[in-house]
């Protein structure tokens, strides 16, 4: 089987980005940028599968920019088999990037996608479920045990009070939540060989997908800051503040 | 322009963000309408059918849409979609699992986690962790929205006197089967719901010592939450976690016990009125953001602080 492992080109978590000051984005000139971590251990769930023979080969493929192609060697040297790169500067926006998955899809014919359940740029959470609905395929989201049993996958789901099981046919669609796993380091040897592992680029115009943006951002604005209160000497004072100051105790 | 609004519920009862994603709907503007579908759902209808600014309820009810399978759940909203200008779900597990399954069908984005309103086509969502606050417009015909529940304050339970319209539920699409679900049993509030809510961090040390909220969570009659850290470590379950991946909250009382406050955690309760830190550590970025912080060992302002209430 398969495995296709879409991975995306975020800002890094550890930073903190700022808005610009014309207020139309985020600052991410010169910011380090990293695979989302929902993806890493999209990949790394992948890699897990073809150790244990669940997953025959694993492709990452990555939507965006040139330097990408960065994230697809990061993908390739936790263990995935090569690498696709739908190149475009356009803003790619989830539905857009649904739909290029979805073509990559109808032409390697994965048994399984795995993908992250959210990116933490945009927080949208949505392209899994898109590109299962779009492939009309049955989708497990937010993923913390998965497992490959004959032509079906059974997924533990992290839901709202708990945890909630699936089995889904496959071909099928999985996003990846926290406690799914803990994605290797990386090692030089297999950064090297990663190097070498076949990376392609195709274009949305080569993949007949129309990726013009739906929603237009007209402003992107500093959330209102939350200004430090008051360190209390004690815990009479704390509770004094609560009940008078506060009044909501 | 009608407006549907898509249920969250258990079959037996209406979800309580249901009512926060119709306040959502007023702001909006138009006819709101609700989409219960469920398997023996009827009573959640009648309930859905009392809320406020709700003018028809539309009850779906059969044995595939039971689990709230995100396939069955799907095609039925896409079944009833015709005719309503927005169709509105909380950003909660189910909300954001069967939301942009509809909008990839209606080949419509779906904008996620709206925290205002500015127009019928233009809304206000967080970005990057809630470290900026994106408005956004749509260009296409029908609107698919999550809600951040915490963001509009909830209409009305009673008054309004909905007509509960049965429609034929959708058959099951034959592609996922529900196996089991493992649901923590707990008297305590909804932790999205709480008016007070009682996290605790790393600084906890153990599942065993996390324990040592349950008298204060008691005390104040707060649901309990964790950090991502707490979670990762197994001290408490994973449903717990509030953050930029977790859950969002925003109670009157947000107590933060051992917590760090790093900018995921901070992303989850910001928004929270009252913000009390306890921390050791004096340069813990928690407390930049709490109105009243104490520095001191958690282990012995706890019991004190049970003890003072």
Redesign the interface.
């Known amino acids: 089987m398969k495995v296709l492992v879409p991975v995306k080109r975020v800002?890094d978590?550890n930073v903190?980005?700022r808005?610009k000051s014309d207020h139309t984005g985020?600052d991410i000139a010169n910011v380090k940028m990293s695979m989302n971590p929902?993806d890493e251990i999209a990949v790394e769930e992948a890699v897990r599968l073809k150790e244990k023979g669940a997953a025959t080969e694993i492709v990452a493929v990555s939507c965006g920019v040139a330097q990408c192609q960065e994230t697809l060697r990061t993908a390739m040297a936790i263990g995935a088999d090569r690498g696709i790169l739908v190149q475009s500067d356009a803003e790619l926006?989830?539905?857009a990037v649904?739909k290029l998955l979805k073509a990559l899809a109808d032409k390697e014919q994965p048994g399984l996608v795995i993908l992250g359940?959210?990116a933490?740029?945009?927080?949208?959470?949505?392209?899994?479920?898109?590109?299962?609905?779009?492939l009309d395929?049955?989708?497990?989201?937010?993923a913390?045990q998965v497992e490959v049993q004959g032509d079906r996958v059974?997924v533990t789901r992290?839901?709202?009070?708990?945890?909630?099981?699936?089995?889904?046919?496959l071909p099928?669609i999985i996003t990846t939540?926290?406690?799914l796993n803990e994605p290797r380091y990386v090692t030089l040897p297999n950064i090297m060989k990663a190097k070498k592992k076949p990376l392609e680029t195709v274009t949305p115009e080569a993949l007949g997908v129309d990726v013009a943006p739906?929603?237009?951002?007209?402003?992107?604005?500093?959330?209102p800051s939350?200004s430090?209160?008051?360190?209390?000497p004690?815990?009479?004072t704390?509770?004094d503040?609560?009940k008078n100051e506060?009044k909501?105790? | 322009m009608s407006i549907l609004v898509i249920a969250e519920h258990d079959n037996a009862r209406l979800g309580a963000a249901t009512r926060n994603v119709v306040a959502a709907a007023a702001a909006i503007g138009g006819e709101v309408h609700v989409l219960v579908a469920g398997g023996g759902a009827r009573a959640v209808a009648e309930e859905a059918a009392q809320v406020a600014s709700v003018s028809k309820v539309l009850l779906a009810d059969g044995p595939s849409l039971a689990e709230g399978?995100?396939?069955n759940l799907?095609a039925q909203v896409l079944a009833v979609a015709g005719g309503h200008s927005h169709i509105l779900f909380a950003a909660?597990?189910?909300g954001?699992?069967?939301?942009?399954?509809?909008?990839?069908?209606l080949?419509?984005?779906?904008?996620?986690?709206i925290v205002a309103v500015e127009s019928a086509d233009?809304f206000v969502r967080?970005?990057?962790?809630?470290?900026?606050?994106?408005?956004?417009?749509?260009?296409?015909a029908t609107q698919v929205i999550t809600v951040r529940t915490t963001a509009f304050d909830p209409v009305a339970a009673t008054g309004g006197s909905a007509a509960i319209e049965s429609i034929e539920a959708v058959a099951d699409?034959?592609?996922?089967?529900?196996?089991?679900?493992?649901?923590?049993k707990s008297d305590r509030p909804?932790l999205?719901a709480a008016t007070?809510v009682v996290s605790g961090g790393r600084g906890l040390g153990s599942a065993e010592n996390f324990k040592i909220l349950d008298p204060l969570a008691d005390k104040?009659g707060a649901a309990l939450g964790a950090s991502?850290a707490a979670?990762?470590a197994g001290y408490a379950?994973?449903?717990w976690q509030v953050g930029?991946?977790g859950?969002i909250v925003a109670p009157?009382?947000y107590v933060a016990v051992g917590i760090s406050g790093a900018?995921?955690h901070l992303a989850g309760m910001?928004d929270s009125?009252?913000?009390?830190a306890i921390n050791k550590d004096?340069e813990a970025p928690i407390?930049?953001?709490?109105?009243?912080?104490?520095?001191?060992d958690l282990f012995q302002?706890v019991p004190?602080?049970v003890q003072?209430?």
């Open positions: 800002v978590y903190k980005v808005v985020v929902f926006q989830p539905l649904a359940k959210q933490i740029d945009d927080d949208a959470n949505q392209t899994g479920q898109m590109l299962a609905a779009l395929w049955p989708q497990a989201t937010n913390s059974q992290e839901v709202d009070g708990g945890l909630e099981t699936l089995s889904l046919s099928a939540d926290l406690r739906r929603l237009k951002t007209l402003k992107v604005v500093e959330p939350r430090a209160g008051v360190i209390v004690d815990v009479a704390l509770v503040k609560l506060a909501v105790v | 399978l995100a396939e799907a909660t597990a189910s954001k699992n069967v939301a942009p399954r509809v909008a990839a069908r080949d419509v984005a779906q904008i996620s986690d233009t967080p970005i990057y962790a809630g470290n900026a606050l994106a408005t956004v417009q749509s260009a296409d699409a034959g592609k996922s089967r529900f196996e089991g679900r493992e649901l923590a909804d999205t007070v104040l991502r979670v990762d379950p994973n449903d930029q991946t859950k009157q009382l900018i995921q910001k009125k009252v913000i009390v004096a407390f930049g953001v709490a109105d009243y912080g104490l520095v001191a302002a004190e602080l003072a209430l």
